[in-house]
């Protein structure tokens, strides 16, 4: 593992809040790289997307959450009753997603499905670890958007060009870290992946290349089946 030891720096970018949506019972934003959906440990983790939103909209409710290097949608509800109404549909996965990546490396194949088990690797701890015994089930779909032979981030500390894969993937379930966990066990790291990217694949981008571009889900007031996008920046 790449940086799991490492002490976390945060410096958050100062974007506006990007709305993509807003209406009475949802708030639909985008959430860019290096921001955390929610606070954490300590005052110098306490900016965070949640907290920017209510600056602005102070009865805003968490819905979900994404890791703090990946960007896209994220939704959050304008009443008890939405939010309640969008968890059900979490939990009921009859929540669509779609994340693009870049990956390390050709798949051999142009799609698949990712069935793998995961569960929290306690000792180093926020890992997740693939695990047949105590995981939970864990599926994720993918395809092959573009086969790249010569990438090479401008910005990224390793300048070397290497093969990788821009990916669509489909999150049947939605465990903690489940598509950096199931990329890498597929021999496909993402770039940028601080966390279980080899420490060369880590550097080859200057953020972790996943984004959040597409939910599908229904509104909380009359049921009608709605399609947010957010072009993916990378």
Known sequence: MSSINKPLVY???NDPLNIIH???DLLILSKPAGLLSVPGKGEHLADCLINRAKEEFPEVLLVHRLD????GLIIM???KAAQANLGQQFEKRKVDKTYIARVFA???TDEGLIDLPLCLDW?????QMVCYENGRPSQTGWRVLERESNYRDAKAKNQTQIETSLMELKPITGRSHQLRVHLMELGHPILGDMLYAPISIEDAASRMQLHAQEITLHHPKGGERITF????PF
């Open 22 to 24: 807003q209406d009475e």
């Open 123 to 127: 000792p180093n701890r926020p890992l």
């Open 229 to 232: 996008t957010d072009a993916c």
């Open 11 to 13: 410096n958050p970018p």
């Open 68 to 71: 703090m290097d990946t960007s």
């Open 77 to 79: 509800a304008m009443n």
């Open 106 to 108: 050709h798949p051999q």
